[in-house]
């Protein structure tokens, strides 16, 4: 079974609870903001900073639930129990994966 990068039926939800004006500002923010917190996750592993890795895999992890975005959601989720152990193809992973979710969520969230 193949794991939709967003599932239709969370968003969807999402958008009947928040209001699709909401969702869109929400998405904006993320699609601004998601590549920012792969770059701290990079600097935090180059500098030893488990707090901040931690922190931000969360940061990520609970974006990934709120647009229905499991797979990026579970990467996360991994980095966080990892932390800065995880290391640099972990976070390309959950990079190409953001970079999948930011692709589809604008289409998403206009509909």
């Given at each position: 079974?193949?794991?939709?990068?967003?599932?239709?039926?969370?968003?969807?939800?999402?958008?009947?609870?928040?209001?699709?004006?909401f969702?869109?500002?929400?998405?904006?923010?993320?699609?601004?903001?998601?590549?920012?917190?792969?770059g701290?996750?990079?600097?935090a592993?180059?500098?030893?900073?488990?707090?901040?890795?931690?922190?931000?895999?969360?940061?990520?992890?609970?974006n990934?639930?709120?647009?229905?975005?499991?797979?990026?959601?579970?990467?996360?989720?991994?980095?966080?129990?990892?932390?800065?152990a995880?290391?640099?193809?972990?976070?390309?992973?959950l990079?190409?994966e953001?970079?999948?979710?930011?692709?589809v969520?604008p289409?998403l969230?206009r509909?």
């Amino acid at each position: 079974m193949d794991i939709p990068v967003v599932d239709p039926l969370i968003f969807e939800a999402l958008q009947a609870n928040a209001g699709a004006d909401f969702v869109q500002q929400l998405v904006d923010a993320f699609a601004e903001e998601g590549p920012t917190l792969v770059g701290q996750l990079r600097r935090a592993v180059a500098n030893g900073d488990a707090e901040g890795f931690v922190t931000t895999a969360h940061t990520l992890k609970c974006n990934g639930i709120t647009f229905g975005a499991s797979r990026l959601a579970g990467l996360a989720g991994r980095l966080e129990w990892q932390g800065v152990a995880a290391g640099g193809p972990a976070i390309d992973a959950l990079a190409a994966e953001l970079a999948a979710t930011l692709a589809v969520l604008p289409g998403l969230a206009r509909q």
